[in-house]
C-alpha cells in the first residue's frame, strides 16, 4: 500500500484505521472530528508509528490515525507504544 498516490487511497486508509481503534489520536489520545478536512489543525491524517525517516513501513500495522497538528508535530521522531506508557512492567 503507498500513501502517496492521492486522496482516494488516504480517505480510505482513513477509514481502514477507524475501523481498527476508532476516531481517537494515535499521539494525544484525543478525539479526532473525522468530518474536517485533513488540513485542518483537528482534521484527520495518517501518522506512522516508526517514521518512514526511521525506517518505517506504509504498512497498516506501522499507521495510526493522528490530528495534522499532533502528526505535524511528531517529525520523524518515532514514539514508544502506549501500553508501555499506560501500564509499566512492576520490578520485582
Known amino acids: 500500500m503507498t500513501l502517496r498516490a492521492g486522496g482516494r487511497r488516504i480517505r480510505a486508509t482513513i477509514e481502514l484505521l477507524i475501523a481498527r481503534g476508532g476516531p481517537i489520536c494515535g499521539r ?3 478525539l479526532v472530528d473525522v468530518q474536517r478536512s485533513g488540513l485542518d489543525p483537528l482534521g484527520p491524517t495518517v501518522g506512522h508509528v516508526m517514521p518512514v525517516a526511521r525506517g ?3 504498512e ?5 490515525l493522528e ?4 502528526n ?3 517529525g520523524a521522531r518515532a514514539r514508544s507504544p ?11
Open 28 to 30: 494525544c489520545g484525543g
Open 56 to 58: 518505517g513501513s506504509d
Open 60 to 64: 497498516l500495522d506501522n499507521l495510526a
Open 67 to 70: 490530528h495534522r497538528a499532533c
Open 72 to 74: 505535524l508535530a511528531g
Open 82 to 92: 502506549r501500553a508501555a506508557i499506560a501500564a509499566p512492567i512492576p520490578i520485582e
